[in-house]
Every structure is written in C-alpha cells, then in structure tokens.
Nanobody, 122 residues
C-alpha cells in the first residue's frame, strides 16, 4: 500500500533551520504532485508548499515564501522541505501529501503521511 513517511521534525529556536523529508513507497512517485501542509493546535490544516511532478515548478504559501524551499528527488522517491529563519508561528505538525494534479487544497490530495512535529521556541 501507499506510504508517506515524514522525518526531520524537532524542537528548535527562532531563527534556526530544519529540513523535513518525506519518503514515499507503494506509488509511482513521479506521477504525483507532492505537497506539504501543516496544522497547529486549534487551527485548520493549511497549505505550505507544493511541487510539480518534474520538480520544475513550486508553489508556496505567502507566510513561508522566501524562507522555505520545497524540492524532490524522483530517483529516491523523496520530497524535502528546507525551512530557514523559523518563527514560533511555524510551530505545527507538518504533513506530506500526494495529489494527481496541481493544487493547494488539502481535499485534492489523495495520500497523506502521519506527520512530524516542528516546534519553534522564541
């Protein structure tokens, strides 16, 4: 079956960096648009970033533009999220997800990982 497994989360201080990874299995990775979403306590899940099948085009939420970079390695079935200049408001559970078409809407993503916690202290 399809599995998406996130890793790389942790507790950091404001201004630090983290790199999240999402390892995929059970699907033809290159056929899927990949995305990152996050959910903070008491808030709805929100779009963070997405990357097209080839990796040539990326999309970002305004709140992370210029600080986060999404990338993928289709040979390794892995997607990444490099997070720099982290802020306390970036604290959330981060989820990776796979979709069959470009989208920023969570409802359009077919497969989801279990999430990894990112906590940024001030």
């Amino acid at each position: 079956q399809v599995q998406l497994v996130e890793s790389g989360g942790g507790l950091v201080q404001a201004g630090d960096s983290l790199r999240l990874s999402c390892a995929a299995s059970g699907l033809t990775f290159v056929m899927y648009v990949m995305g990152w979403f996050r959910q903070a306590p008491g808030k709805e899940r929100e779009f963070v970033a997405a990357i097209t099948r080839s990796g040539r085009t990326t999309y970002y939420a305004d709140s992370v533009k210029g600080r986060f970079t999404i990338s993928r390695d289709n040979t390794k079935y892995t997607m990444y999220l490099q997070m720099n200049s982290l802020k306390p408001e970036d604290t959330a559970v981060y989820y990776c997800a796979a979709a069959v078409s470009d989208s920023r809407a969570a409802k359009d993503y077919r497969y989801w990982g279990q999430g990894t916690q990112v906590t940024v202290s001030s």
